[in-house]
Nanobody, 115 residues
Framework: QVQLVESGGGLVQAGGSLRLSCGAS????????MGWYRQPPGKERDLVAS???????NYADSVRGRFTIARDSAKNTVYLQMNSLKPEDTAVYYC?????????WGQGTQVTVSS
């Protein structure tokens, strides 16, 4: 079992920045992927960014160049630095860990960008 604890969401004006953090604990393989997904109101949950245990990153087209994902493997923590935020980035952001063939999710943190 894996537990995820997220922090860093909030309300920000368009053009501002936020940094999300997610710490993982429990039964985690040395080879695993961490990532962030988001779910706007009334829409599906989609990938924002992910990073593999080899530090290979993947970004949604809508955030590439504005968001940066990074991890501290020693702490099993993943970060999402979000710059130049737009109102359309408003969503609940979920941390994800894929390990031992299973997906684990955080409780979600609200990010609201005002225009």
């Amino acid at each position: 079992q894996v537990q995820l604890v997220e922090s860093g969401g909030g309300l920000v004006q368009a053009g501002g920045s936020l940094r999300l953090s997610c710490g993982a604990s429990g039964s985690i393989s040395r080879v695993y992927t961490m990532g962030w997904y988001r779910q706007p109101p009334g829409k599906e949950r989609d990938l924002v960014a992910s990073i593999s245990s080899g530090d290979r990153t993947n970004y949604a087209d809508s955030v590439r160049g504005r968001f940066t994902i990074a991890r501290d493997s020693a702490k099993n923590t993943v970060y999402l630095q979000m710059n130049s935020l737009k109102p359309e980035d408003t969503a609940v952001y979920y941390c994800n860990v894929f390990t031992y063939g299973k997906n684990y999710w955080g409780q979600g943190t609200q990010v609201t960008v005002s225009s």
